[in-house]
């Protein structure tokens, strides 16, 4: 069974950094392109960043220089440091891998 777990959503004030984590397991995680979405309030979901199985990584203009996206093999996680955070980056942020979709972090960045 394939389960995608995230965790790491908070309340941040503006300008503050936070890093979200997704434990993956029941898949043959190296060979998989990871990728980070999210769906802001009234909003539909949309892509924050991916990264391929050689690393390679993309982005979102709105989350370019701020936020990134990374592996950690050995534990069978992705990461997502996002910084300098602004009140349009809340929402719910979910990990994903084709076909299979996490329950979702909630990220609150508010004064």
């Known amino acids: 069974q394939v389960q995608l777990v995230e965790s790491g959503g908070n309340l941040v004030q503006p300008g503050g950094s936070l890093r979200l984590s997704c434990a993956v397991s029941?898949?043959?995680?190296?060979?998989?392109?990871m990728a980070w979405y999210r769906q802001a309030p009234g909003k539909g979901r949309e892509l924050v960043a991916t990264i391929t199985s050689a690393s390679d990584t993309n982005y979102a203009d709105s989350v370019k220089g701020r936020f990134t996206i990374s592996i950690d093999n050995a534990n069978n996680m992705v990461h997502l440091q996002m910084n300098s955070l602004k009140p349009e980056d809340t929402a719910v942020y979910y990990c994903y891998t084709f076909p299979y979709w996490g329950k979702g972090t909630l990220v609150t960045v508010s004064s």
């Open positions: 029941g898949i043959v995680f190296r060979r998989n392109t």
